[in-house]
């Protein structure tokens, strides 16, 4: 069952002359993992804010669920607030019961590694230890789906492929719908059971990939990664 | 010797460094006072004594008038701040408005003021409300800075999460300005201390007007004790405005300044 859709989407910001994206149609069902690739300033990440409902679509229709969550590059955690009060913050925005905040952000923190730093500030943590609040945030409010947008772009080698696989674990353990914006193929392929290719505001190409996970060291997710190179570079 | 480096400002942290910059420096410049009247003795104190618990008491009647005008110039600031980055239509009306009510001499106003509130016999109110219109427009301008670059993804994130209108402000845009509040209100406040000086001599704007008519305050003082060659007054008390100036900037900026880092976006 789809839980997204977009029908000939098409978004012009003010004052702009040409539009962000146009003629976007592609479905993502329930449970799937996609990842949006494409040049600077080929629309993906104004296709997961429509998604998240920070944009408004200039013209067709988008199908989407209430409560979408996103984690953002730089964290875009609130530096005056513990890790704790940073994850609970959708929760508290909620007016939930602090009984249920509390379970649900210390089992969001956990899974990404960081309930012993719950207490600390963000300026006391690390790039990673950031992204890793940041998702832990958007986990909290248990959303039908996650956006991430290039989540691991600023983080060094070490510690995105440490995030990729918590965020594998994370994503077949709760079978959350995920869109992931990336501007790496070997991050998309690593992850994604379906890349979708940009070009231009539009959608180019889908690839679909049926590869086992961990999937970095085999000789197919090279051969998957090569094989989307040549058309990202075309 | 730890330091905490914020932004390349760095700001005393330890007790010993705030008593270097904050209390050691301005006794050294009363000190040196002290020095030029005693190797000069045309300066020499002189004149009629006011005494030093009068001075005490005065400046912390002018140290009232300072807080009274601070704390409306902050509740009207703030306001105005948030009014003014809410659009950008609203922005491109109001600021160049803010822009030249900023650029008016203030002193300009000061017989119009004295004017309009000795009607209704309130003299504090003209000095609290010219000390107000100084301070304003500092803490407008970097409350605007600061809402200015609050960074789009913390908005993005916030809005994600079901924050708007006064959720917003109340959990993002007041705590992300508290950095700029804190650096905007030192400045007002020091206007306030250049101003004070001359918002406490209301009889030279009144026509006709005696000495009986200024406000009872350091500022007034240390202007009649400079006219009447009071050395001794004067130098009192502008070592009781230095102390209570350091004093301030010693147990309130620097602890704020210092708390208000953690609100700062990297």
Request: hydrophobic letters at 50%.
């Amino acid at each position: 069952m789809n839980i997204i859709e977009f029908k000939n989407v098409g978004k012009r910001y003010l004052g702009e002359r040409t539009p962000a994206v146009h003629d976007i149609s592609f479905s993502v069902a329930e449970g799937e993992f996609v990842c949006l690739i494409g040049p600077s300033g080929c629309g993906k990440t104004t296709v997961l804010k429509l998604i998240a409902g920070l944009e408004e679509k200039t013209t067709g229709t988008i199908t989407r669920p209430d409560g979408v969550s996103m984690a953002f590059q730089s964290g875009a955690l609130l530096p005056w607030l513990t890790v704790f009060d940073n994850a609970a913050l959708g929760l508290r925005q909620r007016k939930e019961r602090a009984e249920k905040i509390s379970q649900a952000v210390d089992r969001e923190l956990r899974s990404v590694g960081m309930l012993t730093l719950h207490d600390k500030y963000p300026a006391d943590l690390s790039g990673g230890q950031r992204q890793r609040v940041g998702i832990a945030r958007a986990l909290a409010v248990d959303p039908p789906v996650l956006l991430l947008d290039e989540p691991f772009s600023a983080l060094d080698a070490k510690t995105t492929a440490e995030l990729h696989d918590d965020l594998t674990k994370i994503w077949r353990e709760t079978k959350k719908t995920v869109l992931m914006v990336s501007h790496l193929i070997e991050e998309a392929v690593s992850l994604g059971g379906r890349v979708i290719l940009m070009r231009d505001g539009t959608i180019d190409q889908t690839f679909q990939i049926d590869l086992p996970y961990p999937r970095r060291e085999s000789e197919h997710f090279h051969r998957e990664v090569m094989k989307i190179r040549r058309e990202f570079f075309r | 010797m730890k330091r905490q480096r914020h932004h390349h400002v760095i700001y005393p942290v330890t007790m010993k460094e705030r008593l270097y910059t904050i209390v050691l420096g301005p006794l050294i410049i009363v000190a040196l006072m002290y020095l030029v009247f005693a190797l000069y003795p045309q300066f020499a104190p002189s004149g009629q004594a006011v005494s030093l618990a009068t001075i005490t008491i005065a400046a912390l009647h002018t140290l009232a008038r300072l807080l009274v005008a601070y704390a409306l110039a902050v509740v009207v600031a703030v306001p105005l701040a948030i009014l003014v980055t809410h659009n950008t239509a609203i922005e491109a009306v109001l600021l160049p408005v803010f822009d030249i009510l900023e650029s008016v001499p203030i002193l300009a106003l000061f017989p119009v003021i004295i004017l309009l509130f000795i009607q209704f016999n309130f003299l504090n109110g003209a000095a609290v409300f010219i000390l107000f219109l100084t301070m304003l427009w500092n803490i407008v301008f970097t409350l605007v800075g600061g809402i200015k670059i609050i960074p789009k993804d913390i908005i993005a994130a916030a809005r994600v999460f079901g924050l708007s209108g006064f959720a917003m402000l109340r959990r993002v845009t007041l705590p992300a300005i508290v950095p700029q509040l804190v650096t905007g209100s030192i400045l007002a406040v020091a206007q306030g201390w250049n101003l004070i000086i001359v918002a406490e001599v209301l009889h030279t704007y009144i026509p006709g007007g005696t000495s009986a008519q200024d406000l009872f305050g350091v500022g007034s003082i240390l202007v009649n004790a400079a006219a009447n060659a009071q050395t001794h007054v004067f130098l009192l008390s502008v070592t009781v405005m230095i102390v209570i100036i350091g004093a301030v900037n010693f147990f309130v900026w620097q602890k704020l300044l210092h708390y208000s880092q953690r609100f700062r976006f990297d």
